[in-house]
């Protein structure tokens, strides 16, 4: 599933290669996909894309002072921005064409992608009781640590749950967990203050640093079909020896998804 670097990065390529393009055609060829504002897809043609941005798990885009598109991919949801002759692939789910030939799209070989379409900014409410985004600037080690202390279960689990912030899924969660250097499995209320500082400090590095990677890529090679995830430290590479200290990386599977970390770094 796309984490906030995979996003951010999705946002960066389309502001680069969409800004100020007009759209020519929009159409939701699957339309269950889009779960809000399905009427107003016809409304996008000739707007010009103005600006593309991530608000947590989700894609959004902007056209001027008219609709905004959210878009959350899910599990199984990919862009595609191709010339417009391309054949389209079976199950896709959304066109949007421009001036400039390219359509991008959405292809989802499971239908689990979630579109939402609003008549203007105004109308994009935040949902109740969100967490801050990992990379919102006004949060501060106090307010994090503030918010562990106020949270059940383990660190790892209450990072994905989107409980304490938002952006970051099961792969980036032991990306940032390792390069903070606590255990996934800590409590999360056991957190000194120190420790919620260098966990604050990881995320922003980690999803920072790795944004620019997967954009670097995505700039040389297209938009992914699948996520780029070479570049990860320890996520799904059990058996292996971790980059800091040599031991074996671990890995333990639970609920369908893999945590990867070292015994070792993070105790």
Known sequence: MPEAPDLEAYAAYIR???????????????PPVVKTGGELVP????????DASRLGKQ????????????????????LLHVPRE???????????AFADDTELRL??????????????ASALAQPPGQA??????????????????????????????????????NAYADEV????????????????FDEAARLLAAMRHVLQQSAATVLQRMEREGLPEEEFRDHL????????????????IAEVLSGGRVTSYCPRCQP
């Open 107 to 120: 292809w989802d070989e499971r239908l689990l992608s979630r579109v939402h379409i609003y008549p203007d």
């Open 233 to 248: 430290q320890v996520h799904r590479r059990g058996g292996q020896p971790c980059p800091r200290c040599g031991e074996t």
């Open 16 to 30: 680069r290669h969409l800004a100020g393009q007009k759209v020519v055609e929009a159409k939701a060829l699957i």
């Open 86 to 96: 391309t054949p389209r692939r079976p199950r896709t789910a959304l066109v949007l």
């Open 43 to 50: 409304s996008l043609i000739g707007r010009a894309l103005t």
């Open 132 to 169: 801050p985004d990992a990379l919102d600037p006004a949060l501060t080690p106090e307010s994090l640590w503030q918010r562990l202390q106020n949270q059940g279960g383990r660190l790892k689990a209450l990072i994905t749950s989107e409980k304490l912030v938002s952006g970051i899924g």
């Open 59 to 78: 894609l959004r885009l902007d056209f001027g002072d008219g609709p905004v598109l959210l878009l959350h991919p899910m599990i199984s949801g990919r």
């Open 177 to 192: 967990l390792f390069a903070a250097g606590l255990s996934p499995f800590r409590p999360a209320r056991d957190l000194t």
